[in-house]
């Protein structure tokens, strides 16, 4: 299974910074020492046309200048840097070469992004450029202008973002609002931030303190309603690891059972539809680094254990 990191390029963040940043590299390092059939290559960075399938010309511009405004950099959390820069083209490179991977082999993963609460116009929640709504855009452009097998021009290519991270995706759903080829479910901490939400295609708002039953549940009932009104061709998934009962920006109280099991449900909805996923890491800000890169970890042992079934069930007989 192949999976896209950009860890080499590191945020020069002030001492005391909340940002966890040394774990994207503690993710690849424990993929390269436990799971070696996951392939991790570096990610090539988006360019100004990718990006502008979703974010404003003078944006892009701004970060890569350095001209950002400085109350848009006190939202996004980082200070602006030539790393910054590189770092948010990269992170959502990665996860447009996941997006074309899956479409071909069924999953592929980046080992950052997920970066949902970065508007058309700006960024906010240490978010700078939205990976998974530029990945959207861009695949249906590709998926558009090519062909099928006997020569017929495709349908449009659906697009169901489900994000799980413990924090309302709020800039995707903006992003999308006006969309029909885009759904977007959000299932999240109700009262955590952004405090004035946005509204997605399917919001589930849990209340503090939500365990794996509840939690569980209702995941599977947001799945089925999605179902109902929505029919993807390409899931992008956003595992976030802050629903962990000991994330610091948390709220909910979700076990690693709880998030195995929450991986493991979305996992086999899409292989049971066959519906190509690919999936970035969000949140996640233990008190304990390393029980943020373990959750993280056993979502790809899963997404592994995914993309051998369906490599399996690719073969001819």
Not at 49 to 54: Q, R, T
Not at 91 to 98: D, E
Not at 178 to 190: G, I, P, Q
Request: proline share 5%; with cysteine; net charge negative.
């Amino acid at each position: 299974m192949q999976a896209f990191y950009s860890d080499h390029f590191v945020l020069p963040l002030p001492a005391g910074h909340r940002f966890p940043m040394a774990k994207y590299q503690l993710l690849r390092e424990a993929l390269q020492r436990t799971l070696p059939g996951v392939r991790v290559t570096g990610a090539t960075a988006a360019s100004d046309g990718e990006l502008a399938f979703v974010h404003h010309p003078d944006y892009v511009d701004a970060i890569a200048s350095g001209s950002v405004p400085a109350e848009v950099l006190r939202d996004i959390g980082f200070p602006w840097s030539l790393a910054m820069a590189e770092r948010a083209r990269r992170s959502v490179g990665a996860s447009l070469q996941a997006a074309r991977t899956a479409m071909q082999e069924g999953i592929a993963g980046n080992l950052a992004g997920g970066t949902h609460h970065a508007y058309a116009d700006r960024g906010a929640g240490f978010c700078v450029f939205n990976d998974l709504a530029v990945s959207a855009r861009v695949l249906q452009a590709e998926w558009g202008r090519l062909p099928d097998a006997q020569g017929v021009r495709r349908a449009p290519l659906q697009v169901a973002i489900i994000d799980l991270d413990v924090h309302q995706g709020n800039g995707t759903a903006h992003i999308f609002a006006r969309d029909d080829s885009v759904f977007t479910l959000s299932v999240h901490a109700e009262k955590n931030f952004p405090f004035a939400k946005e509204r997605s295609d399917l919001d589930v708002a849990l209340p503090d303190g939500c365990t794996d039953g509840d939690y569980l549940a209702a995941l599977d009932s947001a799945l089925r309603t999605m179902e109902a009104r929505f029919s993807p061709g390409l899931v992008l998934y956003l595992a976030g690891a802050d629903p962990f009962e000991r994330d610091r920006l948390g709220r909910l109280k979700l076990s690693f059972e709880g998030l195995r099991a929450r991986d493991q449900r979305v996992f086999d909805w899409c292989h049971a539809r066959r519906i190509p996923v690919a999936f970035a890491m969000g949140g996640g800000y233990g008190h304990d680094i390393h029980e943020t890169v373990a959750v993280q970890l056993q979502t790809y042992e899963l997404g592994l254990a995914h993309w051998t079934r369906w490599r399996g069930e690719a073969q001819p007989d």
